[in-house]
């Protein structure tokens, strides 16, 4: 056994509920287990003498998030309560992880945990893509994009997302005719640095009351940057809070990744993201590797690398977008037409949004 579960162990952690500690997850900086009950595996994060309030709020928020949203639970008078029916989607596709074990703490507050079902899948970073074709790797995004849809109607934004975040699960479904939903089987993981997405329609309704103060760990992710230059929108520099669209610009860098094998540009530290929100400075390659595919799909992602998140798609556009791209053969054929629907969004009038999912 690990250290990790020595340590565990001397609070009675090897075991929680009727769940047996299995062995220690590798997730980056989260300190998480893997934990068995029969058949049933679940994932327990712990965090451990929280160095802030900060920091105890922000594991807080994660599992209250995660634990009732505004897809998973609906209002009935005096509050939310959780139901299964909110979520519009295809079951399998809910796009967080489920709570299992609820929040806890032991050791006069030294350690905190929660625990959520384990869903055996790939990570986005473990892909081979190197003989995907171009439709194949706009098929992938448009999965992802798909399930990021689904989870910012949870009245969030992500804020961190990077191919180690998100979890594919076999077999998807995505639509491709009137009679079909989209059902990507995409998990996003790690909210830590979620943020309330004060865009979303979801702001109109009435919001969820959470044990948590919200407001410490917002303000907090806002003075500070919250992910790598590359992955941050180089107008939260500009707008912080007020960011429109932050997610949007991590699938553009990530989908520019995938296609060309590169980094859409590559700072060195403020000046560069400075640069870029003002004058458009992205790499040296950046204009010759767009100008080898075809125009409508660089017209794609030139829109999600767009440095004013006003001018960003959002994520359900990012959806409609990718849809047409691969199912709509005027898209990829009328540049103009193309024009047309990316300045609206994806939508076409004449085209039955059912056809989207």
């Not at 350690?111 to 079902?117: L, N």
């Not at 997302?161 to 491709?176: C, D, G």
Request: glycine content about 6%; overall charge negative.
């Amino acid at each position: 056994m690990s250290r990790f579960y020595d340590f565990i162990k001397q609070f009675g952690l090897d075991k929680i509920e009727d769940y047996i500690f299995v062995k220690t997850l590798n997730n980056g900086s989260a300190l998480s287990a893997l934990y068995k009950n029969d058949s049933n595996l679940v994932v327990v994060k712990f965090l451990i003498c929280p160095r802030n309030n900060i920091e105890l709020e922000r594991f807080k928020l994660e599992y209250s998030v995660l634990y009732i949203n505004k897809i998973n639970s609906f209002y009935v008078g005096e509050g939310y309560e959780l139901d299964p029916r909110a979520f519009t989607g295809p079951e399998e596709s809910y796009p967080l992880p489920k709570i299992i074990i609820t929040y806890k703490e032991c050791g006069y507050g030294f350690i905190s945990y929660f625990g959520y079902k384990y869903m055996e899948g790939e990570l986005l970073s473990e892909i081979n893509s190197t003989k995907m074709s171009t439709d194949e790797k706009c098929y992938l995004v448009h999965r992802v994009s798909s399930a990021l849809s689904y989870f910012n109607l949870s009245g969030y934004s992500h804020r961190d997302l990077h191919p180690n975040n998100i979890l594919l699960l076999p077999e998807p479904q995505m639509a491709s005719n009137d009679y079909q939903q989209n059902n990507p089987k995409v998990i996003i993981l790690d909210m830590g640095s979620c943020q309330k997405n004060v865009y979303s329609w979801s702001h109109l309704e009435r919001e969820i009351e959470r044990n948590v103060d919200e407001k410490l760990v917002f303000d907090d992710n806002n003075r500070r940057l919250l992910s790598s230059f590359i992955s941050m929108p180089p107008d939260f520099i500009e707008k912080g809070e007020d960011t429109k669209n932050y997610d949007s610009w991590a699938v553009g860098v990530y989908f520019y990744d995938l296609i060309f094998g590169e980094k859409p540009y590559d700072p060195k530290g403020i000046n560069d993201v400075t640069n870029l929100r003002l004058k458009k400075e992205y790499s040296s390659s950046f204009k010759n590797n767009l100008n080898t595919i075809d125009a409508s799909l660089k017209l794609i992602i030139e829109h999600l690398l767009e440095p004013n998140g006003d001018m960003r798609p959002t994520t359900d556009a990012i959806v409609r977008l990718l849809w047409n791209y691969l199912y709509n053969e005027q898209f990829s054929k009328d540049i103009e037409y193309a024009k047309y629907i990316i300045l609206n969004g994806g939508d076409d009038p004449n085209i039955d949004r059912d056809d989207w999912g």
